[in-house]
């Protein structure tokens, strides 16, 4: 196990379990526990995201046992550290499944990670719920891969229609991560619809995951006078982007998606990213009494901390996870499976989801702003 700060996140899981009153009354009738895995980059450049997802899951499994399980047995949850790294996620979700006997499998956040899960977890027959993975690709490996987010279509074209009837932008200037899939996708469905609406693409400009230097391609969108800029990789990337622009002169705005979705943002681009946009899952100023209940319980386990869409979604997939093993009657793979691809109008915290043909959720977008040092809502959005 290689955590780095998150070493002792699976011994101290199973501690708060069976040192509980459930889980020590359960022990003395040898109730076999429930076994649930996550991989998740709670280090490295995507850990916002894996440590945000972590805790959300973390929260859920919590509140499960609190209350008797699932199917009457407690939850034992596995979490295994990716390290941002390309490749760890098909070797220790191989783990999760071959030595530990998880029933199911959650994660990931970037989607190249779920896209290199899903292929073990179908082979397996083990569900799969990847939590804020929005490439359309990740749920065509297989039928046992779901997701709870929305997917980039979706994304691609609530972004077109905010630039076009929100921003009132008629050109406007491309950054896509070639590297990411995600970005890729985003980029190319944003184009698509855009366009459609009578916008028009100024240039698209291309980086890779960790670029540092973006002034280049900033310059060649500059030249061609752009009513906005949208770059659509992750927050690292965007933080220095917004920074490098800003100092180029460029002061049009710049908006992205999910990918933009972490504290980082406005840590690592500070006053530079003020006037931005981002869509993504859900917004902690909404007034839903299941969204505010949510933030008093999250804030009450983690010391104040506001939580994240991608939180949210960590919550809500464990939630929709145990849902569907309850109305199975079994935590047997095939049927868990049956189960997830009923699901209908489930209330999650991030809106109520229902599982589509295709295994993915569809509910509106959220559009936020930077404005003040903190993050707004803006409206809620589809295309």
Known sequence: MRFGPFQATRSLIRCALFFTPLALSLAATTVEPIRVGQFASLTGKEASFGVAAHQGVVLAVEELNARGGVLGRPVEFLVEDIESKAGESATVVKKLIARDKVVAILGGNASTNSLEAAPICQAAHVPMIAISST??????????????????????????????ETLHAKHVGLLTSVSAPYSVGLSKVFRE???????????????????????????????????????????????????QARALGIDVPIF?????????????????????????????????????????????????????????????AMMLLADAMQRAGTTDGPRVRDALAATKDFPGVTGRTTIDAQRNTSKPAIILTVRDGRVQFVTAMRP
């Open 135 to 164: 490439n359309p690709r990740v749920t065509a490996m297989g039928t046992y891969i779901f997701r709870a987010c929305f997917i980039d279509p979706f994304q691609g074209a609530v972004l077109a229609k905010f630039a076009r």
């Open 193 to 243: 619809r855009f366009t459609a609406a009578g916008g028009e693409i100024a240039a698209e400009q291309k980086y890779t995951e960790g670029d540092k230097d973006f002034r280049a391609q900033l310059t060649a969108l500059k030249a061609l006078q752009p009513d906005a800029i949208a770059a659509t990789g992750y927050y690292t990337e965007a933080a220095l982007i917004c920074q």
């Open 256 to 316: 992205g998606g999910d990918g933009w979705e972490a504290p980082q943002l406005l840590e690592l681009g500070g006053k530079a990213v003020e006037g931005t946009y981002y869509s993504t899952h859900y917004s902690a100023e909404s007034p839903a009494p299941e969204v505010q209940a949510f933030i008093r319980k999250f804030r009450a386990r983690y010391d104040g901390q506001v939580p994240d869409a991608v939180a949210a979604l960590g919550y809500d």
